[in-house]
């Protein structure tokens, strides 16, 4: 089969790289391609890269870089004008030429697809820890251990088996937030200061920040990096009883989004009195982590509950709680080298694998974790 991918992401680039694979290659380029000099181009394996003018149509030419990686598969390095490199693949699909995805490329070529998986989750790495611990599965230490884990249940030793599955699944809240941001809610009464700790925490206006209560409906999001983990964080409307029927629903969003939220950032206003209203929201969401805010101003009367004060008025207050945020979210981060599902059919079916070798059931279980090696991508490469 004669392949076209485009291997650079998708948009507007200074360079953009089309790799073509099959049999077809040598005769198509030798046809589409000449010499900058106008000379006939000639397809030869382990040359080095030349330069080459392919024809784009009305008498004119593109210069590229042509790369013959083999004798059944080159690449060329053009301009990465979005419509350019559209047009060039389309001349190749008019040859005979399927086109295929870098992805799926990747889940092709790869060794394994966990392998491919990782490559793949590479590419939207947002952070460098996102990326050390990809690069620790793209290595094999997922792959590896699961191999521990065939071997032990070879031996028919489903302790062993089923260590090596629970402490994978010990990380599945990590792995799988690896590229999908924990989402971060922040909660409290009005005029508590969720909107200026958004912008504090993310370093710049994003969030209306008003006296006036209720001002905010509709929730703001933004994405960002807490000591090196992605995290997505909404500002929501603020509890209380609502003055009308748009305020109702603003903060039932509220409640929706809080209740899908990683984590809930219960936000007070210390100056304030401490009311029954307040105890409310605390016991709602009891798990929150509570931030105490103005305590730059007198505190307020009455028995107040303990959580993190600081200011966002304050700039040295921020780091601490960019830190308690973090530890929060990630209780204990993964040391290097260490094997981790980051994909949901991994964790599917790791779980699979357990539950079998808790049954006694050590064909099932096998089978799940060769399912695991086999199909670590919910896309299938058609």
Known sequence: MNRVIVLTPPGRAALA??????????????????????????????????LVRFPIGDGQYEEMILRVVDGDAAELHCHGNPLLVEA?????????????????????????????????????APTWTVTSILLDQYGGALSRMIDQAQRALAQDNFQEASAILRRLLAWEKVGLHLTQPYKVALVGPPNAGKSSLLNWLVGYQRAIVDPTPGTTRDFVTVATVVEGWPVELYDTAGIRAPQDELEAEAIARTRRIASEADLVLLVFDRSTEWTSEYARLQKEWHEAMVILNKRDLPPGPGAWCDGLLISTRIAEDRPAVLKALARKLVLEPPPPGEAIPFTPDQVAGLKEALAAIDRGNRAAAVVALQTVKEKSSPVEVS
């Open 17 to 50: 790289t089309i790799r073509l694979e099959g049999p077809a290659v040598k005769g198509v380029l030798e046809r589409q391609l000449t010499r900058r000099s106008g000379a006939e181009f000639r397809f030869e394996p382990k040359s080095r890269p030349v």
């Open 88 to 124: 060039i693949v389309a001349k190749f699909e008019a040859s005979g030429f399927r086109r295929e995805t870098w992805e799926q490329w990747i889940r092709r070529t790869e060794k394994d697809a966990i392998t491919a998986a990782a490559r793949i989750a590479l590419a939207d």
